[in-house]
């Protein structure tokens, strides 16, 4: 099974062929051409598509409720809704971080609230994501502590989650140490655990940002893989993701940053053979077939065989009966 999708910076040629061989279960994207995502849609039918806006400034703190409204009236004016293109936007992106006071926490809250509604007035089944907020941060419990208007108004609910050189290495590190490990890479399962206790299974996780960056390590840039890692090495990281994800069946997928990049991001990109072997994922494997039904199968072979000498030997006697 194959969870891995896309984070998509750019459309091209490229990104749309690989769309069409991975057939990713959710792609996000920060460019929103028309004809473009038509194509996917034509080729595609069922992704579950979600739109981001860049915005320089992500200012809600003097009005939530009202900025929350204003963002969203400008999501609404992108002509992909019209046209149904898009399941679900996002809000702002990596806006709360851990060190932040609580009360912006409690104005996030209903700046999140106010967006989501505003979608749904205008498109009901347009959906929001909410929270993705960048890798690490927050709390287990904060989610269900800060975010009640969030968790009650959305279904959808974003991770964003790096690490570097590999996508386990603090998790095995945790485990090594007997603290359950999940602090970067799979951090989802510590706020999903907290939220499933309260909501049951009232939401959906999406990983809308992972991949592999040196900047989780302090002083060190935001790059991608290749600038140090094999692309075997990168794939070993993507893979193993992969099966921690599809042991949860809350989880709907993730989205590798990034499959068709802008300049700032080359690093990233994961377009090239990495590609095809996402869509090996989702290749249906044959069924193991028991040993009991294989030697069956050898027997009938060799009566088949056997029968067959002894048609051509009863053709050689009626020849000879004849004559």
Not at 166 to 190: F, S, V
Not at 226 to 245: F, G
């Amino acid at each position: 099974m194959n969870k891995l999708g896309f984070h998509v910076n750019w459309v091209k040629p490229e990104v749309l062929s690989a769309i069409g061989k991975v057939k990713p279960l959710v792609i996000k994207t920060l460019h929103h051409d028309v004809d473009f995502w038509k194509r996917v849609r034509e080729i595609h039918p069922s992704a579950f598509i979600i739109g981001r806006l860049y915005d320089p400034h992500q200012e809600f703190e003097s009005d939530p409720e009202r900025r929350g409204q204003e963002f969203a009236n400008r999501v609404l004016t992108e002509r992909v809704n019209e046209l149904g293109l898009y399941n679900a936007w996002e809000s702002f992106n990596e806006r709360i971080i851990t060190s932040h006071p609580k009360d912006l926490y409690e104005k996030y809250d209903r700046f999140q609230m106010a967006f989501a509604q505003r979608l749904k007035e205008r498109y009901p089944e347009l959906e929001a994501v909410a929270m993705n907020f960048a890798t690490g941060n927050l709390a287990d419990r904060d989610f269900v502590e800060y975010f009640p208007r969030t968790l009650e108004t959305h279904k959808y609910l974003g991770f964003h989650e790096y690490d570097w050189p590999t996508m386990w290495r603090l998790h095995e590190q945790g485990l090594k140490d007997g603290n359950e490990g999940m602090w970067l890479c799979l951090k989802y399962r510590r706020f999903m655990r907290e939220v499933r206790k309260e909501y049951g299974d009232k939401h959906v996780a999406i990983i809308t940002e992972c991949g592999l960056t040196q900047a989780v390590h302090p002083g060190r840039g935001d790059v991608g893989w290749r600038t140090e890692l094999s692309e075997e090495q990168y794939w070993e990281s993507l893979k193993w993701y992969n099966d921690q994800l599809c042991e949860d069946d809350y989880v709907m997928g993730c989205c590798i940053f990034v499959v068709g990049t802008t300049g700032d991001w080359a690093t990233f990109e994961t377009l090239g053979p990495t590609i095809d072997r996402m869509a090996a994922l989702a290749e249906p494997i044959p069924p193991e077939v028991p040993i009991a039904v294989k030697a069956l199968a050898q027997e009938v072979r060799a009566l088949d065989e056997q029968l067959g000498r002894l048609e051509v030997l009863w053709d050689a006697v009626i020849s000879k009966l004849a004559e």
